[in-house]
């Protein structure tokens, strides 16, 4: 362990616990506000980048350069208040949202709860959000970050099921011009009928309409080549649904696959969380981490998608294993919680050591 890694967990890990009465939201929001310091003053930016963002292991994925491995995942920094931090912790990308057409507050609170014990998370957050166009004004605003953009896309939470495609279009068109991909969100489960969207004739419409609204799109501001759009899959699906969402993706020309997003299930919770693994939301970190990977190979096996891995990443090894599996890229999000910035470095290290020589996929 490093000095890092014994500062952020004895020092600073326990000091943002406590935030908020150990409200695990209140402490959320507390970090993001010192992050949004952090990236207003450049001379603080160099001086983290110093010594978090030394290990690059670049590589080309679905036509867009990474400088490293290892991305933000969606879910951390919904309206992008902290995107000026992010690549000095040693990200190679971050994916703002999930943002959704219309702001909307998202779910009753309490709806993040921590299982420290296990290393999880359990949220039922509700996409959140200030909005599709707000985002995008921030991001313009903040100017460009030198690390490839993401941008998650969701159903709002008032749009009926059958008016999905609507709603994804709009937030499409909103962000477009700030986005280095879009992440197409059908499977988070704190959204009532979101992962109905994984079913194949209702994922096909969505998708079909999405990918030609891309290309329209490039066409109209003469951006080259269309925005590539990848979906988030959920870690519940069984083999056979994968299968089908895969052979959609495939039909649809989809540039890449997600996988996972958070379960409702609560294997693997160590039992001193049982009593708070009991509430009801999606499920993040190490207990997930053996199914994120099973889905990885799976998809990897099934196709020639390129393939982002996130789910249960607490260490190097698990990174790793990850891109053993066959994940092209990878995501934190959980792990950030619990092991501080140093695991960036740590997971894009060992990545690049792996890796020397700049790789590209397709």
């Known amino acids: 362990m490093t000095v890092l890694d014994q500062a952020y967990r004895r020092v600073a890990r326990p000091v943002l616990f406590r935030a908020g009465g150990g409200d695990a939201e209140a402490a ?32 080309t994925v679905f036509g867009v350069r990474f400088p490293a491995v290892l991305g933000l995942a969606a879910g951390m920094d919904k309206d992008g208040v902290a995107a000026r931090a992010w690549p000095a912790l040693g990200f190679g990308h971050v994916e ?11 779910n009753e609170r ?6 420290v014990r296990s290393e999880a998370i359990v949220n039922r957050m509700g996409f959140n959000n200030a909005g599709a ?12 970050l030198g690390i490839p953009v993401g941008v998650s896309l969701g159903k ?38 979101l992962r109905e969207l994984q079913d194949r004739h209702r994922l ?47 039909d649809r020309g989809v540039a890449g ?29 190490r207990p997930l981490r053996d199914r994120s990977l099973a889905v990885v190979r799976f998809v990897a096996a099934h196709t020639d998608l390129p393939v982002i891995g996130v789910g249960g990443i607490g260490s190097a090894a698990d990174g790793l294993a990850m891109l053993d599996a066959g994940a092209a890229l990878l995501q934190l999000y959980t792990g950030l919680v619990y092991r501080g910035p140093g695991l960036v470095a740590q997971v894009n290290r060992a990545a690049a050591a792996r890796s020397p020589r700049e790789e590209v996929a397709a």
């Open 110 to 115: 309490p709806r993040l709860f921590r299982l």
């Open 156 to 193: 709002s939470r008032t749009t009926p099921v059958d008016r999905a495609v609507g709603d994804y279009l709009a937030s499409m068109r909103a962000v477009h011009g700030v986005a280095d991909y879009v992440a197409v969100n059908v499977s988070s489960p704190n959204t009532p009928g």
């Open 28 to 59: 959320h929001h507390r970090t993001l506000r010192m992050l949004t310091g952090v990236g207003r003053v450049a001379p603080l930016r160099r001086a983290v980048a110093a010594l978090l963002a030394r290990e690059q292991g670049p590589r």
């Open 204 to 250: 096909d419409e969505l998708l079909g309409a999405l990918t030609e609204q891309a290309h329209l799109l490039a066409r109209d501001d003469g951006r080259g080549r269309p925005v590539p759009v990848l979906v988030k899959i959920a870690p519940d699906l069984t083999e056979a649904a994968i299968g089908e969402v895969l052979q959609v993706c495939a």
């Open 133 to 144: 166009q707000a985002l995008a004004g921030t991001l313009a605003a903040a100017g460009p």
């Open 96 to 106: 703002f949202g999930t943002v959704t057409a219309q702001p909307q507050p998202g």
């Open 257 to 285: 696959v997600i996988a996972t997003n958070t379960t409702t299930g609560r294997d693997g919770v160590d039992p001193a969380d049982r009593a708070t693994a009991e509430q009801p939301g999606g499920l993040s970190g």
